[in-house]
């Protein structure tokens, strides 16, 4: 087997349970309380049990590897296959996918690290305690979901998967056009929130999330039969396993 074709199985693999595990995250939340939101912790208005906190621990580590982790092998394929037509560009593209990637994983695990254990915590606790408890867990709630992801690592996703579809529009139109929607949703969602438009903001990012995984399935599929734009003139090199 070619170090080529050992590379896009390796991708093609990665992002198909990308999305796999990405669709596990809704999975879980759905399990959760209905009052129960990432991005307002203040708002829950009981406390919630280990179930949950469990539930809140894995859709995070899901989530670091679903919506992030997963995608690095896809994203260097990618930049295998457009850096023919403009070296700078694909370098640029590529390095705010990356970006994105390590980002998003920071926050996912920042939030299954702490979450569960302050839940477990406020549940057990009374008066003021609890309120100093809440104010904590709000606290790293809004620096992950007000900060690190959808700003920061949404526009960052914008610049990558924008660029990256327009550079692959005249060889694989219906998968660059998906690409392109996706980058500007996250770009709305990341430019919603600086500008204070949340209801922009939030159309942005369930078309994200909910498009991020037909993405990674796609990604997943292409790379998994062999195919390549016909840009992409240079072999991959080798890859350690």
Known sequence: MSADTTFKRVAGISAILAGIMAFGVFLAMMSMPPDFKLDNIAAIISPIGERETDLIFWSMILDMFGYYLLLAPAALLLWYWIKAKNSALAALYTISGFAYILIGAIGAVILAATLPTLFLEYSQAAGQERETIRLVTQTISNVVNGGLWNVLEVILAAVWWVGVGSMLLAERRAFAILTIIIGAATGVDGFGNIFGIKAAAEVGLYIYLLGSIVWS?????????????????????????
């Open 217 to 241: 399935l796609w990604i997943g599929v292409i790379a998994l039969r062999g195919s390549s734009p016909k840009a992409a003139v240079a072999p991959v090199p080798a890859v350690a396993l």
